[in-house]
């Protein structure tokens, strides 16, 4: 049960199959003892070990990407179960296509997982225009369409997780990422005023700040700006601070996102990943020892 072409949103009764009956979630619905999963970036990285997760445990998942034939594997072990959709997320249009066809599978939607991603690595004057804007459809407003997609869905049923995998460098910013760390704060700053609007539909919406994992963002999943020479020192500086070490499998982040997405009341932000805590804690303490430092000048304005 599976589609390469989200662009029609038609016909979306014919994605239920293996004899299901697929119709809207209401509010009267229960919450099924199966979860049903939406995972975006679902193809390689987190977004495939999150999609291995939850099919091991028993759930049910339909794992967009704009290439699925990764997935196929998965797709001949759990062919009740897994559900592909090829989607470019920038796309808002086949978003809301593949958001509809999605619920048309399983009948609702329990857990969206807002992860499809890339790296934009370079200097901020290195980037050109249509390298910023291609990098922010994605990161940042590809999670907005999706959140725009699945919110009505989750609110007729009354119930349902997003989490929106953003990043532990999102509160500030760092040579060379800065494109990255720009879209995965915008992110988490939208992500805290949804999970305000829709916590009174029985909606829970949580950041989750991952750290470094091997995902192939570095590599496949990387766009990289036209150097320029000026920033040859900083640059070489900045690859030593990143290292060879790719980081852990991706892997063994799922355990701790799928424990998150069973917790009755979830925090609205998570760092996930215990040397990036370690970190988040190092930043935070030296922002508000900067503060502190310039705190007779902040307040000589009345504001």
Known sequence: METADLTDSADLADTAGHGRTVGIASKEDPVPDTRTWFITGASRGLGRAFTEAALSAGERVVAAARDIDPLADLAGKYPDDLVRLALDVSDRRAVFAAVDRAVASF??????????????YGMVE??????????????FFGAVWVAQAVVPH???QGSGR??????????GGMATVGFY???????????EAL?????????????????????GLFTTGTTTTAPD??????????????????????RTAAPALMELAGLPEPPRRLILGSRSFDLVQEMKQARAEQDRAWEHLSRLAPG
């Open 107 to 120: 009948g609702r939607l329990d857990v969206v997982v807002n992860n499809a991603g890339g790296l934009l």
């Open 126 to 139: 290195e980037a050109t225009e249509e390298q910023i804007r291609a990098h922010l459809d994605v990161n």
């Open 154 to 156: 989750l609110r007729a």
């Open 162 to 171: 997003l989490l929106q995998i953003t990043s532990m460098g999102a509160g």
């Open 181 to 191: 760390g720009a879209g995965k704060a915008a992110l988490d700053s939208l992500s």
């Open 195 to 215: 999970a305000m609007e829709v916590e009174q539909f029985g909606i829970k919406v949580t950041s989750v700040q991952m750290g470094g994992y091997d995902t």
């Open 229 to 250: 020479p000026a920033y040859d020192t900083l640059r070489a500086g900045m690859a030593e601070t990143w290292g060879d070490d790719a980081g852990p499998d991706p």
